[in-house]
């Protein structure tokens, strides 16, 4: 299965202050994900995007709090804007390499907002 | 409204015993069930997976029953072992329009094997 990378693994930021999760995949895919997840609770999805077509954002997600790029097939960022700490979470992004193909993670990014 | 309903919530079996894990969906646009596996501090990690054409699928020690008409599946671990204990996750994906395809996540099951 393909690897993925997620940067940065932890961060802990100021209220009002934007972060930039990058997510980066070591073989071309079709479609990426990025998920939240509260700790100990289950994974929400906030949008999907694949390459060539703007971001699919879910029902509680918009894209001025959620922007997100997809260049190309390897790379996806997700930025996190004027973050409050209910923003507190783990953000997860995910790959598939096409189609209804299983979805595998990256191992997150940890955010704390003080 | 939770779509896949996961139970139990936690889980505690000895070595050597069976874990079970059911879950349950209403959606029958669902056409494909994948289990994750989570420890802590990492992502998911595909387990098993089953489509809704077979009624089991066996990986080594872990199963997915399937059944169609009662829209329930579950994961049996056989032999657990404390290596085992971690999060583990059912999913349901279906297809979302122009080659997409939505994954929904049950809550979870933590499951601990002791010694």
């Known amino acids: 299965s393909a690897v993925i990378s997620q940067k940065p693994s932890r961060d802990i930021c100021q209220r009002g202050t934007s972060l930039t999760i990058q997510c980066q995949v070591d073989?071309?895919?079709?479609?990426m994900f990025w998920y939240r997840q509260q700790p100990g609770q289950s994974l929400t999805l906030i949008a999907t995007?694949?390459?060539?077509?703007?971001?699919?954002?879910e029902s509680g997600f918009v894209i001025d709090k959620f922007p997100i790029s997809r260049p190309n097939l390897t790379f996806s960022t997700l930025t996190v804007s004027n973050m409050s700490p209910e923003d507190s979470s783990i953000y997860l992004c995910?790959?598939?390499?096409?189609?209804?193909?299983?979805?595998?993670f990256g191992d997150g990014t940890r955010l704390s907002i003080l | 409204q939770q779509q896949v309903k996961q139970s139990p919530q936690s889980l505690i079996v000895q070595k050597g015993g069976i874990s079970i894990i059911n879950c349950a969906y209403e959606?029958?646009?669902?056409?494909?069930f994948p289990w994750y596996q989570q420890f802590p501090g990492k992502g998911p990690a595909l387990l098993i997976a089953?489509?809704?054409?077979?009624s089991e699928k066996k990986e080594g020690r872990f199963t997915i029953s399937f059944n169609k008409s009662a829209k329930q599946f579950s994961l049996h671990i056989m032999d657990s072992q404390p290596g085992d204990s971690a999060t583990y996750f059912c999913?349901?994906?279906?297809?979302?329009?122009?080659?997409?395809?939505?994954?929904?996540f049950g809550k979870g099951t933590k499951l601990s094997v002791i010694p």
């Open positions: 959606n029958t646009a669902f056409d494909y």
């Open positions: 073989s071309q895919v079709t479609m």
């Open positions: 995007a694949n390459q060539g077509s703007e971001a699919t954002y």
């Open positions: 995910s790959v598939a390499s096409t189609g209804n193909q299983p979805q595998h």
């Open positions: 999913a349901a994906s279906r297809p979302t329009g122009a080659g997409s395809y939505q994954l929904t």
């Open positions: 089953i489509r809704p054409d077979v």
